[in-house]
């Protein structure tokens, strides 16, 4: 079965500064879908940024980038130029193929972002 | 473009009730997805509606059942509830077009079980 292990369940970083969040995982699969999603304090649940497994080149969207190392099963979430509004609570997850077979997420890091 | 709405956002139940949640896709969306968020934890998978039928389960009981309608929206209904049923439930819509489709969650309803 398919696990996803997120081993800092409370990370801190100041304002402006970088974070990186850890994540790995276990898979038999070769094709599959890596993603990061931002649960803040009002719940909803939001993507971050995703990462294809076939692909080389890691994801980024604007401030938040990833280092995807598929040899390792290792998937981790770098936060460039934290701000107040990063604080939250960060899932790793996975899927199989497409994005719509079942995620399965690990327990979560909760980050704090220090003014 | 209306995301994914879910009612209510809060319920309470006593054990041994019944329950029924709601969720509506994002538009253009076909599948969607339940999971369930205990207090702490990553989200769990229950199941999968596409097209009307379920398409996937997780290891859930039969307790948890769900429907999808043909305008894609969803129920969740969950019979017989346990005090362990207390958590968040998550729905998450996405197109089926099996290679970039991601899911794109609601905002919950919060289930508290007496």
């Known amino acids: 079965a398919q696990t996803v292990t997120q081993s800092q369940p409370e990370m801190s970083v100041q304002e402006a500064e970088t974070v990186t969040l850890s994540c790995t995982y276990d898979?038999?699969?070769?094709?599959?879908?890596l993603f990061w999603y931002k649960q803040p304090p009002s719940r909803q649940m939001i993507l971050v940024i995703r990462?294809?497994?076939?692909?080389?080149q890691n994801a980024t969207e604007n401030r938040f980038s990833v280092n995807f190392q598929k040899a390792a099963k290792s998937f981790s979430l770098k936060i460039s130029d934290s701000q107040l509004g990063d604080a939250a609570m960060y899932f790793c997850a996975y899927t199989t193929q497409g994005g719509s077979e079942k995620l399965v997420f690990g327990k979560g890091t909760k980050l704090t972002v220090n003014p | 473009d209306a995301g994914v709405t879910q009612s209510p956002t809060h319920l309470i139940k006593t054990r041994g009730q019944q329950v029924t949640l709601r969720c509506s896709p994002k538009s253009g969306h076909d599948t969607v997805s339940w999971y369930q968020q205990a207090l702490g934890q990553g989200p769990q998978f229950i199941f999968q509606y596409y097209e009307e039928e379920e398409r996937q389960r997780g290891n859930f009981p039969d307790r948890f059942s769900g429907h999808q309608f043909p305008n894609y929206s969803s129920e969740l209904n969950v019979n017989a509830l346990l005090l362990g049923d207390s958590a968040l439930y998550l729905c998450a819509s996405s197109f089926f077009s099996g290679i970039t489709d991601t899911q794109y969650f609601g905002p919950g309803t919060r289930l508290t079980v007496l």
């Open positions: 898979t038999s699969e070769s094709d599959y879908y």
């Open positions: 990462q294809e497994a076939y692909k080389q």
